[in-house]
Every structure is written in C-alpha cells, then in structure tokens.
C-alpha cells in the first residue's frame, strides 16, 4: 500500500517561493520505472498538472508553469519535494502528489491527502 | 500542448441511469487515457486507465472506451455513490493534461 503526504507552509506570501514536501511509505521514490507527480486544484475548480519526475531524477514540466516549478526528489528521505518561484494569488490551490499506477502506465493511482496553499500578504 | 475538454460541464440524472461523460484530445494522445472520481474534500480516485482498464476495486458499472481523440466514461446504472465530479487525462508524450471536469448531479 502506497501512502503520500504531503506537507509545508500553509501560507506565502507574494513574489516568494513554495516549497512542499511529499513524504512517501510503502514504497521508494527510486524505485526504477516509476514516476511521481504533483497536481494542484485551484479552490472550487478543476485539476491542474505540474510535472512528473522519473526515479533517475528526470523531470518533466506543465509548458505553463515550467520557468518557475521544480520538481525533486531526496531518496535519503523518500521524499519528493515541489518549489514553485514568484507566486502570485493564482497559485492558491491545493497541492497533491501522486505516484502512477504501474509500470508502463502514468494514470495517477495513489493520491496524498493534499495540501493547501494559500497566497497571500 | 494537448487540450481536453470534456461534455457535459454539469449533467444531471437519477439513480438508475445510464451515464456518458464525453473527452475530446485537441490532437491524438492514443490510448493514454484516463478517469478520475472526485467528491468534494477528497483527493481523486482512478476509476479507468489506458482508455479501457478498469482499475481494482472499481465497480463494473464503470467503463471507458475511445482512441486517438475522443473518449468517453459510461456508468451502466448510476448509483447514490457516483454523484461526484469525473475528470478525463491524457498522459501521452510526458505531459498531463486534465479536462475542466464533468460534476454529475442529482436530478
């Protein structure tokens, strides 16, 4: 069973960065083949992807939101974690990772609780 | 970058109802295809996956079809549990991209 949390401040201010952690039991984010996710939801509105990254570090971005995320993993943790530069109150969401369902295959299986970030001064 | 949309936004219906929730890819992302039940709250839970799998412990009543750029999520028979929001991925070429969510409502 695959367990994700995420965790970080619940609030930052504008023009800062966010910083969240996805701290994962059950198995290893360098577990080969297997990538890991973060999406985020705007308050009341739909799903938003932000990127994956592969177990050998190798990341992928939104097109939309790639100058200012990045995306990284601690395998000494068995952590993910996410940064997203310059926000602005269009970053308010909530912030989910999540692992894809098996190998061969990136459909989102396992789900943290989520997150949510607001920004604001 | 692919777009999805998907139809209806907001579809209403009755307990015992066949349900279509409908997915259009803005160019072909194959089979790479998925979709997801959320209830308010909650983070979303994979019903399908690859256009067709139906994921564990996801009831039968659930089911997928579709290729290249149009897809669609049937429920046979909609039960007090399914009302909730649908949304469709594509996840072909490394990106992710979710349509804007179909909420299913009770008529």
């Known amino acids: 069973q695959v367990q994700l949390q995420e965790s970080g401040p619940g609030l930052v201010k504008p023009s800062q960065t966010l910083s969240l952690t996805c701290t994962v039991s059950?198995?290893?984010?360098?577990?080969?083949?297997?990538?890991w996710s973060w999406v985020r939801q705007h308050p009341g509105k739909g799903l938003e992807w932000i990127g994956y990254?592969?177990?050998?570090?190798?990341?992928y971005y939104n097109p939309s939101l790639k100058s200012r995320v990045t995306i990284l993993a601690d395998t000494s943790k068995n952590q993910l974690s996410l940064k997203v530069n310059s926000v602005t109150a269009a970053d308010t969401a909530v912030y989910y990772c999540?692992?894809?369902?098996?190998?061969?295959?990136?459909?989102?299986?396992?789900w943290g609780q989520g997150t949510l970030v607001t920004v604001s001064s | 970058d692919i777009q999805m949309t998907q139809s209806p936004s907001t579809l209403s219906a009755s307990v015992g109802d066949r349900v279509t929730i409908t997915c259009r890819a803005s160019?072909?992302?194959?089979?790479?295809l998925a979709w997801y039940q959320q209830k308010p709250g909650k983070a979303p839970n994979l019903l399908i996956y690859?256009?067709?799998s139906l994921e564990s412990g996801v009831p039968s009543r659930f089911s997928g079809s579709g290729s290249g750029t149009e897809f669609t999520l049937t429920i046979s028979s909609l039960q007090p549990d399914d009302f909730a929001t649908y949304y469709c991925?594509?996840?072909?070429?490394?990106?992710?991209?979710f349509g804007q969510g179909t909420k299913v409502e009770i008529k």
């Open positions: 999540a692992r894809q369902v098996h190998l061969g295959d990136l459909a989102l299986r396992w």
């Open positions: 059950g198995d290893s984010v360098s577990n080969a083949g297997y990538y």
């Open positions: 990254i592969f177990y050998s570090g190798r990341t």
């Open positions: 160019q072909s992302v194959s089979s790479w």
């Open positions: 690859k256009t067709s």
């Open positions: 991925q594509q996840y072909n070429n490394y990106q992710g991209t």
